[in-house]
């Protein structure tokens, strides 16, 4: 949780946009931050400055709706949940999104978003980049700076920004990001089912510090995700030669081999759909791609960090409910070989149990 450190210029900032907050509604510098040139003055002012921009027209509808609310009684966020100050009236609350040190707090709305937006901020801060607790930020009482018509997303805790003062509002995600970072983005934002969305892929206006909630509350996919996200996430495969689930050995240093009783993280893995009925897996136990090694003369391993052909599967869907997985780069199927006794080999052309598993998601 929060700690109480010494307030920080950019909380000051924020705590004196919940005072300020009526007169927030007439705000009318955005323009000038919007179109200020690729890199703001003083990275401070950068704090919820930003948002979709009104030339986005993806968001013109949200917009609309939002621009609605502006006179009644619960005003909504252009991506339609509530907004208020102070934060509490609207349930927003201070999480330290696990994995950092020194520890970053965000302020965020308690629930389904706050599992969806700390799972978000864990996996960018392992896999993308260390987040810096001073330069990321999620409430803001204030009007959507990009549109300034409508109000912030971050003024409903449903936003947040990452790393601000390295990938400033309006700077093209292309300077401040790596090829490999966005993958990684990309990566994350594929698991989250199009509820969260990436501001650097606003047009207009782009904005890579910023992530929000891209549906309305009570939507299914928000409810769902979050559920995988607090059970631990991924899928398990349960062999069918001998009713044991596969686990990535010794933390994926070791091959896949169908030998545990119980599921844990090694037993976990994301089904990463790469189109039809194309998949990868990765491996929770080290966030490891698996690998038909050896362009698949070997055993499958976690040990891979992108998706080529050696990691690629089809996953073929049986009648009787099991599934079987066929590696892309040898054409053959998957066999808990030995019955289970040996690791996993890419080496059959036939179904039969030891090539069926039940996927338990
Ligand atoms: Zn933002």
Redesign the pocket.
Known sequence: MHQAHSLSRRRALQFGAVTAGATLLGFSGAGAVANAGPVPPDADE??????ASAGDTRFARRFAAARETLDSAVMTSYNDWPVGSPASTIGVSWYAVPGTSPTVNLQVKSGDVATVMMYVARRFNAEVEPLVDDYS??Y?YRMNVNNPSVW???ASGT???LN?DQHP?GVAVSRTFSSGQVSKIRSILDDCNGVMFW?GDYTGTV?A????INVSPGDSRLTSLAARIRGGGGSSLRSRANSRFVTAESAGTRPLIANRTAIGPWERFDVINRGGSSVALRAHANNRYVCAESAGAASLIANRTVIGPWETFTLLRNTDGTVSLRAAVNGKLVCAEGAGSLSLRPNRTVIGPWEKFDLIT
């Open positions: 950068a704090v919820g400055a930003d948002g930020s999620a803001a912030s997303n971050h936003a947040m920004d601000f509002n501001g904005d510090m910023h992530f929000e």
